[in-house]
């Protein structure tokens, strides 16, 4: 069976996902519910730093955090690793705390890797890789950024995922 | 060689040392406790290590206050001034040494008279049993952050100090409460963090400079013991947090035999 892909249509362009199911079960499966249930329709790439990643999936145009559901297991420790153009699942600082967010690796961020079981070791669980539209993620990269309330890094000019859909 | 009854402090050379007393058998290093009213369980695991440890002396490496708004804030009563004397009465005589992080760098000559504790300067080398290790916050090396380099040079200026210090304590309270809540509302945000690591071939020069083959620092948040450069091995120490949800916080040993890592709970004792 082939790998289930995610198109991310964004007003810089489309970005096509696969994802990892085999590595990443849980990681892959929620977000194909968030895909589906329509949670990323409208939400921004609100935190962008060059050289590190792109993050997004959380938020709408007015910075307020759209609502999620439960808490998923850190799947950090499948051995796969943060590369440049992979998609890993963003949380707090928690290890278990990964909801709807998710970043693109811009680079290769080995520090972001699963080394131990411990509050600082656990890592980023990596889920997918960026299939086709690298030259997306690599503009959005680029944007310019500022501060926003209590947030930094945030695009200047909103960078909106106006859907994403499974590809058929 | 007549023995050193008292630690000595030499800031004529290239690089501040600090000459143990030859009574010292056991030196413990911690920093990045980022204490303040916000952390009660975490002051407590700190003044339990300080009366409970076997240690002849405390290095405090940075950061051990969340903000410090200046020394007059602890003048009156309220967290800054019942810390300094709880740091005082725990560490019972014991010898209190204090480096400055980037959230505590105005702690002042005030106010460590009141925790009875000594000014560090960063970085400094550390002589003790014929070794030395070569002692830092951490933050002055991220040279990678150009922003927060240039923020750094500007906020260690006296000129700037002083006209902050000269603003009303009342100001310097908001300023840091604004800083407090900016802190907490990062911690509930979704990461990952992104942040500059220790620049190596800039402290492997200085550690040379020192002729120190240990590097010992904090800042970064992430403890870890390894190979540092051709020759040498660093110890980064673990910040500590025992007020959320994932209790962490370490502080690291030195002796004869070298350098060990010991994790702390708040109930852990020695």
């Given at each position: 069976m082939a790998a289930t892909q995610v198109e991310l249509q964004t007003t810089a362009g489309v970005i096509r996902i696969e994802l990892d199911a085999e590595k990443a079960p849980l990681s892959a499966a929620n977000f194909i519910a968030y895909v589906k249930s329509g949670?990323?329709?409208?939400?921004?790439?609100h935190r962008v730093i060059k050289g590190f990643m792109v993050q997004g999936g959380g938020m709408d145009s007015a910075m307020a955090q759209k609502p999620t559901q439960a808490a998923i297991q850190n799947e950090a420790n499948n051995g796969v690793k943060n590369m440049k153009y992979t998609l890993a699942m963003a949380r707090t600082?928690?290890?278990?705390?990964?909801t709807a967010q998710f970043f693109i690796n811009t680079?290769?961020?080995?520090?972001?890797?699963?080394?131990?079981?411990s509050a600082q070791g656990w890592g980023y669980a990596v889920f997918g890789k960026v299939v086709s539209g690298t030259d997306v993620v690599d503009k959005i990269e680029g944007v310019r950024t500022g501060t926003r309330g209590f947030h930094s890094?945030?695009?200047?000019e909103d960078v909106v995922i106006t859907r994403a859909v499974i590809v058929e | 060689m007549t023995a050193l009854l008292t630690p000595r402090l030499d800031q004529n050379g290239p690089i501040a040392t600090l000459q143990a007393p030859d009574r010292w058998q056991r030196i413990e290093l911690l920093s990045?406790?980022?204490?303040?009213?916000?952390t009660p369980r975490t002051v407590e695991a700190f003044l339990h290590q300080l009366r409970t440890s076997q240690a002849d002396a405390f290095l405090l490496l940075g950061d051990v206050f969340e903000v410090w708004v200046g020394d007059d804030a602890a003048r009156h009563t309220g967290f800054e001034q019942t810390m300094l004397a709880a740091m005082a009465a725990a560490a019972g005589g014991r010898w209190l040494g204090f480096m400055a992080g980037n959230r505590d760098f105005l702690v002042g000559p005030e106010a460590l008279t009141r925790a009875q504790a000594h000014a560090l300067p960063d970085p400094l080398c550390l002589a003790a049993w014929g070794q030395r290790w070569l002692l830092t916050h951490g933050d002055a090396f991220c040279l990678d952050d150009t922003e927060y380099q240039a923020f750094r040079q500007q906020v260690r200026a006296p000129a700037w100090q002083s006209n902050i210090l000269a603003q009303p304590l009342a100001q310097r309270i908001e300023t840091g409460r604004r800083m407090r809540d900016a802190s907490e509302a990062r911690k509930a945000a979704q990461v990952p963090e992104h942040y500059a690591d220790v620049d190596q071939a800039a402290s492997v020069a200085l550690m040379t400079t020192a002729q120190a083959t240990v590097l010992i620092h904090g800042h970064t948040h992430r403890p870890t013991s390894e190979p540092w450069g051709p020759a040498g091995q660093r110890h980064v120490l673990s910040d500590w947090d025992f007020d959320g949800a994932q209790a962490r916080g370490d502080v690291l040993e030195l002796s004869g035999a070298g350098v060990h890592r010991r994790p702390v709970s708040p109930r852990s004792s020695g």
């Open positions: 949670h990323y329709d409208g939400t921004i790439f600082n928690a290890p278990h705390s990964a680079t290769d961020n080995d520090f972001l890797n699963f080394r131990s079981e890094d945030v695009p200047l | 990045d406790l980022h204490l303040s009213e916000a």
